[in-house]
């Protein structure tokens, strides 16, 4: 029998990961729940662009539960700690790209009610994404080339141009002056997520930091840039910088760094690498990986770290489940010759 998957939220990552599970020869979609109360009743194939299912979307939590899924990808722009605890306590499977990693970044109240609501419903909370998420998980799977190691670094650098989503740029204080008070901390506050991606490296490598720290630097437009969704003036803030790093006796062990830029004029002019995995170690490690037509604006690869995880994390044991804990996903049923 195919899983039943339930799709929570039809944004860029949402509409990827329906389109992909509805192609799944081992899972059917069964249930989605959408915000907008223009998209409910709805067939959730005319809300991602493809051919009706006959499912329609609803903005009702227990309409999803009645539908009985064995998982719910969780991937709104907001997240609701409520709802993810319901669906949890009511035997369902969640996975989410939603900022969670080990959940620490939402509070530990917030953590501790997840943890305890998968396991009163004897299921698994897994967080993932392209980064944080899978890239970290590579990180951890490329080190195991070593015999030592003294810092393992994950850096994303990329022209996040195509990412539409004006509200989450807002929220890092693109388009604002990049001198504006406090917008460290509040770019601190809106990334705290990368920090749970740190720990959880930490974790699956047995290190544990005296601290997680954090620094950012920014970059402005160098002229006016229309985006479409957004339009940022000139002088005004259009990229950043950050990393989040684990600390032990004033050394880095563990470094996670992102550049997202928007535009194609910044200062400085920081390039896009794409995905630069190092080790410093025995032996030295450098893994270089780029992601390109991506249709979804870096919505698809996000969304595919989580499709991929669905059967491991139906498997997996109960609680908040790490991606160490996990085999290693794979891209199963998606060779088109």
């Not at 693109?174 to 990368?194: H, I, K, M, S």
């Not at 006016?224 to 950043?240: F, Q």
Request: net charge negative.
């Amino acid at each position: 029998m195919p899983l039943r998957i339930a799709q929570w939220a039809t944004g860029l990552v949402g509409a990827a990961a329906a389109r992909k599970v509805i192609e799944h020869p081992e899972f059917e979609l069964v249930g989605c729940f959408a915000h907008g109360a223009d998209k409910v009743g709805k067939d959730v194939g005319e809300l991602i662009g493809a051919d009706p299912i006959g499912v329609t979307a609803t903005n009702r939590i227990a309409d999803i539960i009645a539908a009985r899924p064995d998982c719910v990808l969780y991937m709104p722009l907001v997240w609701d700690v409520e709802a993810m605890a319901q669906l949890l306590e009511a035997g369902i499977n969640v996975i989410s790209t939603a900022n969670f990693i080990t959940g620490r970044s939402y509070g530990h109240e917030a953590a501790a009610r997840l943890e305890a609501a998968a396991r009163k419903g004897n299921v698994s909370l897994h967080g993932t994404g392209i980064n944080p998420g899978l890239a970290n998980a590579f990180g951890l799977a490329m080190s195991a080339q070593c015999a030592d190691f003294q810092c393992v670094t994950v850096f994303e650098s990329v022209d996040a141009t195509d990412y539409a989503s004006a509200d989450t740029w807002l929220s890092m204080g693109f388009g604002g002056p990049a001198d504006a008070p406090g917008l460290t901390e509040q770019c601190n506050e809106r990334t705290l997520v990368f920090s749970d991606a740190v720990e959880m490296m930490a974790e699956g490598l047995g290190i544990v930091p005296d601290e997680i720290s954090f620094k950012a630097e920014f970059g402005t437009a160098a002229r006016d840039l229309a985006l479409g969704y957004m339009d940022i003036p000139e002088g005004m803030l259009c990229g950043l910088k950050m990393t989040y790093a684990a600390v032990v006796d004033g050394k880095e062990a563990i470094k996670l760094s992102t550049m997202w830029r928007l535009g194609d004029a910044m200062v400085p002019d920081w390039k896009a690498e794409g995905y630069v995995i190092e080790i410093e170690g025995t032996p030295n490690i450098r893994c270089v990986f780029e992601r390109d037509g991506d249709p979804a604006g870096g919505g698809l690869v996000t969304a595919m770290a989580a499709v991929h995880a669905i059967p491991a994390v139906c498997d997996a044991r109960s609680g908040i489940v790490r991606a160490y804990e996990l085999p290693l996903p794979a891209a199963k049923h998606c060779y088109r010759p």
